[in-house]
């Protein structure tokens, strides 16, 4: 392992200017953030995605700002070195200035969090200069946005048409502008993703936007293949998890059943003599 350092948006800047990738995982708890700031993962993000792999939502749509802040308080208890970052939930961010950085504030306050992540475009720009004049550092997160998702009509991959191209690439740069100090890249061609990458100062992080970006992203559930119930093609598992978990469930419940679990191994003893003290009395 690497040498350990705390990291800060600095870091990422110089990260990107040296050519180094950065590497971000999501995480929703004590145990998973502790295991994934020990293996190194420079970014942590507590991403809405928990409202569909941790809460079992069809979205993330349901999340709200008080599931948001407990988990990211599990989170940053776990970590030492990692940078957390947690996503405001839907819609907000996008109902006033004084919500937006209430909500933000408390991510920071309660949570402990380092950044906040905000899906959208330059409609942004105005609430991002905000948050960074109040000394927060905001993460940006264009195309695929899944606060977006029934607008899309789907999970699906944006900005293929030189149209839809050149408004993710004009996005990019007025966030930039605004002051996010990196930006997380959803689900766009890979192409796009270098151009965006290479057109910006501050570091890009892709998900499903090919190897080109500054850094790259991956929902735990996904890596690990912790049941997670979408399988996208961006995704590459690093584990089978859930096989493991559920093959030990099987293995205790038969034990259980046939009385092989638990032995005495796993038992407490008292003294023979007070267990014959306890007959006698009874
Ligand atoms: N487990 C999980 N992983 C994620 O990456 C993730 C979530 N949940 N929840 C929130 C969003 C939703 N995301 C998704 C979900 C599905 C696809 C998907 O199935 N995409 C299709 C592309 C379809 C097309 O060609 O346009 C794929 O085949 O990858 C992509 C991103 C990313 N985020
Ligand atoms: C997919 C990542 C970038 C995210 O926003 C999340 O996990 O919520
Ligand atoms: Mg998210």
Known sequence: MSKKKKYTT???RE???AGEPIVM???YDYPTAKLADEAGAEMVLVGDSLGMVVLGFDSTI???LDDMIHHTKAVTRATKNSF???DLPFMSYRIGTEE???SAARVMQEGLAKAVKLEGGSELCPIIEQLVQG????VGHIGLTPQSVFQLGGYKVQGKSAEDAAKLLEDALALQEAGICSLVLECVPHQLARLISEKLEIPTIGIGAGPDCDGQVLVFHDLVQYASSIQPKFVKPYAAVGDDIKRAFMQYAKE???RQFPTLEHSFTMKDETIQQLYGEN
């Open 10 to 12: 600095a870091t990422f």
């Open 15 to 17: 990260m990107k200017k």
């Open 25 to 27: 995982v999501t995480a």
């Open 62 to 64: 349901p999340v709200t």
């Open 84 to 86: 957390v970052v947690t």
């Open 100 to 102: 937006t950085l209430k």
């Open 135 to 138: 000394g927060i550092p905001v």
């Open 256 to 258: 259980v059943k046939t």
